[in-house]
Every structure is written in structure tokens, then in C-alpha cells.
């Protein structure tokens, strides 16, 4: 697509309920990222995609958190037993290939899913 | 893991001041990227430094990579605004390549 696609836009759910957050990449893009933004905050790290490479899960919270990616492609965030800190904006961000040491691309984020927990 | 410490937190100025933000590291770094995040949007990225005391300029603004590579810094003359968010700096966390962001400078701009 012409740009990264995230979906619900806007999710209301009950404590303890699982949501489930959507990504879908710019075509061709092999980097896929997750961050989390509560409001007024900085950008927190959750996990990393890389192609066929093993995720780099070192930013999610807690076990209740976990992200698959189907090849290149589709990513879904799933947070179970919704907790109300949980509540923030996740943003995907995708970018061509691999941030290696010297690699320069540009990562370009999706409108974010606004996640609130009641 | 890699961090990086971003100052001011917040800046308010009259609008035509300029402004200043500044991203540290207690370690080297290979690049540093600056993303500028408008009042409820997404971050949007800005530009890469790779060189040692490297400066670059996008009309009103410049960035700038310390000699030693653990600094960098995002001026911006004659504030407008537009230029109304908050600028991010973001490095590399590790070997395998994930995307740490600075905690950000908020920008108010008074017309």
C-alpha cells in the first residue's frame, strides 16, 4: 500500500478483555516495528521484525504482550487481560530492510491504534 | 541496552526565537535519525546523520553530529508556528537493528 496501514484507528475495551491490534507494512518493506505511546510520552519499543529473522521481543512489557508477522507482511500486536495502563496509541513503523549499523533507511509510522482500557 | 538522553523535556518560545534540542549517549553511535511528531500525529521522519561532525540544514533547520559521535543536536531560527510538536532523536539499540527514541522535546510556539 501507499503508506503503513494500522487498524481499529480507535479501540475501546473492558479490563481484562484481549485486544488485538493490526499492521499492515508498506509493500516490500522487511523491517516491521511496534511502539507504544502513552499519552504525552516518548516512544517505547516492543518489538522488532526483520524478515525471516528470530523478532527482537526485548521491548514487550510483559508476557500478556506477544506480536506474530506472517512473512513480510501483516503484523498483529495482542495484548491479553487488557490493563488500564495499557491504554496508549501503538504505532507501527515499517522500513525497506534491516537497520544494520551502517544501513540509513528511513521507517515510516502508520496513524497509530488509540488503545483505551475502561 | 542503548539509550539516549534528549534535554530540554519541553521549550516554550516567542515565535521568531530560536530553538534548541540536544540528544547525548554515554556510548558511540554509528547514526542518529531526528522525527518530528505534530499534536496528535504520527512521528515523521526528519534526517539521518552518519559522519562525525557532520551538519546538515533543511531550510530553517540544522542538525549537527558531535566529532565524537555521542552527541547531536536539532537547531531551529526564527521558530514559526508550524514548527509546533515534538522532536524526537532515535539511534540503534543493537546488532539487530531496533529503533530507540529519545523521550522527546516538546515544542510551544507563541505567536
Known amino acids: 500500500g501507499a503508506g503503513v496501514s494500522q487498524s481499529p484507528s480507535n479501540k475501546v475495551t473492558e479490563k481484562g478483555k484481549d485486544v488485538e491490534l493490526r499492521c499492515d507494512p508498506i509493500?516490500?518493506?522487511?523491517?516491521l516495528y511496534w511502539y507504544r505511546q502513552r499519552l504525552g510520552q516518548g516512544l517505547e519499543f516492543l518489538i522488532y521484525f526483520q524478515g525471516n529473522s528470530a523478532p527482537d521481543k526485548s521491548g514487550l512489557p510483559s508476557d500478556r504482550f506477544s506480536a506474530e508477522r506472517t512473512g513480510e507482511s501483516v503484523s498483529t500486536l495482542t495484548i491479553q487481560r487488557t490493563q488500564q495502563e495499557d491504554s496508549a496509541v501503538y504505532l507501527c513503523?515499517?522500513?525497506?530492510?534491516?537497520?544494520?549499523?551502517?544501513?540509513?533507511?528511513?521507517?515510516?509510522f502508520g496513524e497509530g491504534s488509540w488503545l483505551t482500557v475502561v | 541496552g542503548q539509550q539516549v538522553m534528549q534535554i530540554p523535556q519541553y521549550q516554550h518560545v516567542q515565535e521568531g526565537e530560536d530553538f534548541t534540542t540536544y540528544c547525548n549517549s554515554s556510548?558511540?553511535?554509528?547514526?542518529i535519525q531526528w522525527y518530528k511528531q505534530r499534536p496528535g500525529g504520527h512521528p515523521v521522519f526528519l534526517i539521518q546523520l552518519v559522519k562525525s561532525g557532520e551538519v546538515k540544514k533543511q531550510k530553517r533547520l540544522t542538525f549537527q553530529f558531535g566529532e565524537a559521535k555521542k552527541n547531536s543536536s536539532l537547531h531551529i531560527t526564527a521558530t514559526q508556528t508550524t514548527d509546533v510538536g515534538t522532536y524526537f532523536c532515535?539511534?540503534?539499540?543493537?546488532?539487530?537493528?531496533?529503533?530507540?527514541f529519545g523521550k522527546g522535546t516538546k515544542l510551544s510556539v507563541k505567536p
Open positions: 532515535a539511534v540503534y539499540g543493537g546488532s539487530q537493528g531496533n529503533l530507540i
Open positions: 513503523a515499517s522500513s525497506l530492510e534491516g537497520q544494520g549499523l551502517n544501513s540509513g533507511n528511513t521507517i515510516y
Open positions: 509493500s516490500g518493506h522487511t523491517a
Open positions: 556510548t558511540t553511535l554509528s547514526n
